[in-house]
């Protein structure tokens, strides 16, 4: 069965730092989500991406944010100057191409701790 | 401001007992839902979704029940196994064009042996 992949598993980074979290979204999805998870705490949403731009984006998703599809199979979360809040677990999700409600399918995520 | 909201944050049953996890929502416009299962260090699996313009939904051992009158969904699952321990999430999506979900708090379900 067709799956979202995440990498990597594990990101450590000082804080300040710039992180990139990759995602291969199913193959033949066109709706790319990004969510994080702070410990012990339910999902948020933070941005849906659709036809090589942002459709919506939560109050999480500063200008130290940014998502990018560089080709066709990666999907990338920016972290441009980490701080401490951000450590989390980060979920890239995606869904079909027959429209918004569908189920979307996630990653088992990237842990990110800001050091 | 819209939130989806567990009324347990933890259920214990039996290995064998049917289970029942409910879950309110607050954005009476909201028209499509989705049941997830998070397994430890694993991301939110897709179990079951309803459309608002159901009430119920049937999967393999799930039940989906949707009322929209007092924006309540539950999780039925009959039969509960060890494999069912896991934090169950309910899911809203708002009306948009996004498709954006909106998250519960989750509840933990242990199974018993």
């Known amino acids: 069965e067709p799956e979202v992949t995440q990498t990597p598993s594990h990101q450590v980074t000082q804080m300040g730092q710039e992180v990139i979290l990759r995602c291969v979204p199913i193959?033949?999805?066109?709706?790319f989500y990004w969510y994080r998870q702070i410990l012990g705490q339910k999902v948020e949403f933070l941005v849906s991406?659709?036809?090589?731009?942002?459709?919506?984006k939560s109050e999480i998703f500063d200008d130290q944010f940014s998502v990018e599809r560089p080709d066709g199979s990666n999907f990338t979360l920016k972290i441009r100057s980490t701080k401490l809040e951000d450590s989390a677990m980060y979920f890239c999700?995606?869904?079909?191409?027959?429209?918004?409600?569908?189920?979307?399918?996630f990653g088992d995520g990237t842990r990110l701790s800001i050091l | 401001g819209e939130s989806v909201g567990l009324h347990l944050p933890t259920l214990s049953v039996q290995e064998g007992d049917n289970s029942i996890i409910n879950c309110a929502y607050s954005?009476?416009?909201?028209?499509?839902f989705i049941w997830y299962k998070q397994e430890s260090g694993k991301g939110p699996q897709f179990i079951i979704d309803?459309?608002?313009?159901?009430d119920k939904r049937q999967g393999q051992r799930v039940t989906v029940l949707l009322n929209k009158t007092v924006k309540h969904l539950s999780l039925q699952i009959a039969a509960t196994q060890p494999g069912d321990s896991a934090v169950y999430f309910c899911?809203?999506?708002?009306?948009?064009?996004?498709?954006?979900?909106?998250f519960g708090q989750g509840t933990t379900l242990q199974v018993k042996p």
């Open positions: 999700a995606s869904s079909s191409q027959k429209g918004r409600n569908q189920p979307q399918h």
């Open positions: 954005n009476s416009a909201s028209d499509y």
């Open positions: 193959s033949n999805h066109l709706y």
């Open positions: 309803i459309r608002s313009n159901m």
């Open positions: 899911a809203e999506t708002p009306p948009s064009n996004t498709g954006k979900l909106i």
């Open positions: 991406f659709y036809n090589n731009e942002i459709s919506e």
